[in-house]
């Protein structure tokens, strides 16, 4: 796993606790999606994360 990946996986988890802080709810897609659409060159690494940040979440 690379660290651009790293580097994404550690943003999402970030949102996702911040977005429980502040609103009670959390959309790792929602997130992912935006971050998409800041970057698009960065596609696959977002997918990547959010993939893995799924996956840490539901365990």
């Known amino acids: 796993m690379g660290t651009e990946i790293l580097n994404y996986v550690e943003k999402m988890e970030a949102a996702v606790l911040n ?3 502040t609103t009670d709810t959390s959309d790792i897609y929602e997130i992912a999606t935006d971050m998409i659409a800041q970057d698009q060159a960065a596609f696959e690494h ?14």
Not at 47 to 59: D, M, P, R, S, T
Request: with cysteine; glycine share 6%.
């Open 19 to 21: 977005n429980l802080v």
């Open 46 to 59: 977002i997918c990547q994360a959010y993939e893995i940040v799924k996956h840490n979440l539901v365990g």
